[in-house]
């Protein structure tokens, strides 16, 4: 969408990416390329993120995978739900917005600011389309251009080619619960290691769902089976030893609960945030895997 926009010479004032702090590293990789491209065409942009400040009695944390480990917990998605979109991607962007000059300005003087949405034609993104509509914003006015020009995927791909660019890596959070199982393949070890761990944290308070891909896929009708634990999905497909994560099952949750309770004891001020925690666990990890005894 912004690469034709910028070809046919359309104004875009400020382009958004809200980083929830737990994306797939490939899509980490791509941003600075295309902010580059965007800056040599003159199009501004801007990271904003959520920035959570309420941790009660937890130690402090800053993405979605450090809130998901804090809470012992999986994402909305896996249990029929979608708020992590809405806290994670669509809120902090309000938010930025809602500071910026040129949007003040555009709502003191009674107009709408036009954001730009880049739902394609396609099936999937059709049904996006439909909810999106019935959730109106009278601060906005929204356009589609892809579906105005009725490109889907493909013509998106194509077109992203023709201007010399790297296609980009689907976005998610690399634990996603719609994540695809080739797209677990793709993953690297410490975001392999976090789904472990995070299933292997939220089991004792799940009761309808094995993990992250909620319940098994036989494979019936064109379906991949898949079980419902990506953590059996790495076991079996050997993407971690499985050493490795029968070590992180058995001894990670139990380490990060001596963790949390190590910390609420502290003052707010002097708790050490989960990111330490997981730079440690990461740590710890690679001593295991180096060790002539995991070997």
């Known amino acids: 969408m912004i690469v034709e926009l910028a070809e046919r010479g359309d104004p875009i004032d400020m382009v958004l990416f809200a980083d929830p702090g737990a994306e797939k590293s490939r899509t980490y990789d791509y941003i600075p390329l295309f902010r580059r491209w965007m800056a040599g065409r003159g199009i501004a942009s801007e990271i904003v993120r959520y920035q959570p400040r309420n941790f009660k009695h937890w130690p402090p944390y800053a993405g979605i995978a450090e809130n998901m480990l804090t809470n012992a917990t999986l994402p ?60 109106e914003d009278p601060r906005y006015t929204y356009r589609y251009p892809l579906r105005e020009w009725g490109w889907s995927r493909p013509e998106c791909e194509a077109r992203i080619a023709r201007a010399g660019l790297p296609v980009p890596p689907k976005s998610s959070c690399f634990f996603c619960g719609s994540i695809k199982p080739d797209e677990v393949l793709e993953l690297s070890v410490e975001e392999l290691r976090v789904i472990v761990l995070m299933e292997a944290r939220a089991k004792p308070r799940l009761r309808n769902v094995a993990g992250l891909w909620r319940k098994p896929v036989l494979g019936h009708r064109g379906a991949t089976p898949r079980p419902g634990s990506i953590t059996e999905f790495i076991r079996t497909r050997g993407l971690l030893p499985p050493a490795e994560v029968d070590h992180i099952v058995e001894t990670a949750p139990i380490a990060l609960l001596d963790f949390q309770a190590a910390q609420a004891a502290l003052p707010v001020d002097q708790r050490a945030p989960m990111g330490r925690w997981l730079d440690d666990f990461h740590r710890a990890a690679d001593a295991l895997e180096r060790s002539p005894a995991h070997a």
């Open 76 to 135: 909305s998605v896996v249990f029929g739900g979608g708020s992590c979109s809405q806290k994670w991607k669509a809120a902090p962007q309000d938010a930025w917005t809602a500071r910026w000059e040129p949007a003040r300005r555009c709502w003191d003087e009674g107009g709408r600011v036009v954001k730009l949405i880049g739902y394609d034609a396609s099936a999937r993104d059709t049904q996006r389309y439909h909810h999106a509509i019935g959730c």
